[in-house]
């Protein structure tokens, strides 16, 4: 940790309580798919497999290499590839990874490659669109996929799937019903075909908070995981995973009249302390939170983002706050304050903390 002051802090604790907080809302039965995509949520996927690998069922990544990175880390779980590409097919089975088939063309370039291997019940993924109308073969698809499927024996379906588009708002729940009844319907007539039942999973974090009927034999669970239930009271059941912290570079002292930053953007109404900050929009802090929209901790204490953030640095105002060079700095430790960023960017945390750059070192607390 020394050479780097700036740290994500990613606490176990938090990321394990978050997990059982939401087994101990599911049947003992349904399964659970941890999913770790975009580095889980801008943590680390490797490290989030690894403290929660021995309670999930399944892992979710987005694009095959996640979940190349997860099998060379030795996770042996098995991993779901929510959006594989054909490109990718033969790495996908080199390593393991079992692909989420959605249309006719990866479908049929998927079963060409199963077939010449040959590989034997090879574990594939079947997903439906039930109205988010993002992914997934349509209901009409259904006679032509278990037709397909029938005459071969290299794959075996081991879980149909759709995904929700609005599990987490209220005034959607009538389109989330008629998704989730889609969806049951669309897999009784699979059942009835195929000649064996794949496990079946529709529900994300929210799904599982305002749709727990719903559950099938897995759920999948991403921003819950790492802290944020989508509606407050369920959040404030879930504890924070994600810190950021630095430290004070240097502190100026500006006299009235003078500026701060580019564009002279602050501009000192009294003498004013502004501490230099080492995070800036290259790290995902967003320019939106500049001029006094964003804050960070120091000290006990919220410091607001005066003028521009800069691309490596952001200025804070200290003028009030007992502190010098060198003291730490809390960019954000607590869902509440990345929410607030959220909406100061006008976006929801799943994108604050996805945006957070690689260039920041990431600490596991254990
Ligand atoms: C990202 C994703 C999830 C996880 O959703 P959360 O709202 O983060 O729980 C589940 N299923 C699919 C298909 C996804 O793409």
Not at 74 to 83: A, E, K, M, N
Request: with cysteine; charged share 20%; proline share 5%.
């Amino acid at each position: 940790m020394n050479n780097h002051v700036t740290v994500l802090e990613i606490d176990a604790n938090a990321v394990l309580h978050n997990l059982s907080y939401f087994k101990q809302k599911l049947q003992p039965t349904t399964k659970i798919l941890a999913v770790v995509k975009a580095f889980g949520y801008g943590s680390e996927a490797i490290e989030i497999a690894k403290i929660v690998k021995d309670h999930v069922d399944y892992f979710a990544v987005a694009y095959s290499q996640e979940g190349i990175a997860l099998r060379e880390a030795g996770i042996d779980t098995p991993i779901l590839v929510l959006h594989p590409q054909i490109p990718n097919i033969e790495a996908i089975v080199k390593y393991r990874l079992e692909p989420n088939l959605y249309n006719f063309k990866i479908f049929e370039a998927f079963l060409n490659y199963a077939n010449n291997v040959p590989l034997m019940n090879y574990p594939i993924h079947i997903k439906f669109n039930t109205g988010l109308n993002r992914l997934g073969f349509w209901h009409s698809d259904v006679p032509n996929i278990i037709s397909t499927l029938k005459k071969s024996n290299n794959v075996i379906v081991q879980s149909i799937f759709s995904h929700l588009a609005a599990s987490e708002d209220p005034n959607e729940q009538e389109f989330t019903i008629n998704q989730i009844n889609n969806f049951a319907y669309i897999v009784k007539q699979i059942y009835q075909h195929l000649g064996y039942e794949p496990m079946l999973h529709i529900l994300n974090t929210s799904g599982v908070i305002n749709y727990p009927k719903a559950q099938f034999d897995m759920v999948r669970i991403g921003i819950g995981l790492y802290g944020f239930g989508n509606d407050p009271k369920e959040t404030a059941n879930l504890k924070n995973t994600h810190s950021l912290k630095t430290i004070i570079s240097q502190i100026h002292i500006v006299q009235p009249g003078e500026t701060v930053g580019y564009n002279r953007a602050f501009v000192a109404s009294r003498p004013t302390r502004s501490a230099t900050i080492p995070v800036g929009h290259a790290d995902g802090i967003s320019r939106k939170l500049g001029n006094k929209d964003g804050f960070v901790i120091i000290n006990n204490q919220p410091a607001p983002i005066i003028g521009n953030v800069c691309m490596d640095m952001l200025m804070v105002d200290v003028t009030t706050i007992d502190c010098k060079e060198g003291d730490e700095v809390i960019v954000f430790n607590h869902q509440q304050h990345i929410e607030y960023m959220a909406h100061k960017c006008e976006t929801i945390p799943y994108e604050i903390l996805t945006a957070l750059s690689q260039r920041i070192k990431r600490f596991v607390k254990r």
